[in-house]
C-alpha cells in the first residue's frame, strides 16, 4: 500500500520560509509524478507545484513562482518543497500527492492517485 506522509509545516511569520518534506513508501517512487497542493479554510483544495519523475519537468502556480522551490530526490522517495517570502496567503493545510499515470493536467487534484494527511502551514501577518 502506497503511504505518503508530510512533514515540516508549522507556523511562521510573514517573510518567513519552511521546507515541507513528503517521504513516499510502499510504491515505487520513481513511477510516479509528484505534487503539492495547499487547501485553505473554506476554500477547495489547489495546486502548488509538481516536479515530474526524473525532475526535470517543473510546474508552479503563478503565485508562488520564484518563492517556492519543489525538488526530488529518488534515491530517498523523498519530494521537499522550499517555500520563502511567505505570505498570509500562503495559510492552510499542505498535502503531497503521487500521479502514476502522468496526466497531463498537472493542476488537478483528481489526476492524483495518493495522498499524504496533510500539514499545517500558517503565515501570521
Known amino acids: 500500500q502506497v503511504q505518503l506522509v508530510e512533514s515540516g509545516g508549522g507556523l511562521v511569520q510573514a517573510g518567513g520560509s519552511l521546507t515541507l518534506s513528503c517521504v513516499v513508501s510502499?510504491?515505487?517512487?520513481?513511477?510516479?509524478?509528484m505534487g503539492w497542493f495547499r487547501q485553505a479554510p473554506g476554500k477547495e483544495r489547489e495546486f502548488v507545484a509538481r516536479v515530474n519523475r526524473s525532475g526535470g519537468t517543473i510546474y508552479y502556480r503563478t503565485s508562488v513562482e520564484g518563492r517556492f522551490t519543489i525538488s526530488r530526490d529518488n534515491a530517498k522517495n523523498t519530494v521537499t518543497l522550499q517555500m520563502s517570502s511567505l505570505l498570509p496567503e500562503d495559510t492552510g493545510v499542505y498535502y503531497c500527492a503521487a500521479d502514476q499515470r502522468s496526466s497531463v493536467t498537472v493542476v488537478k487534484a483528481a489526476n492524483y492517485d495518493y495522498w499524504g494527511q496533510g500539514t499545517q502551514v500558517t503565515v501570521s501577518s
Open positions: 510502499g510504491g515505487t517512487f520513481t513511477s510516479y509524478d
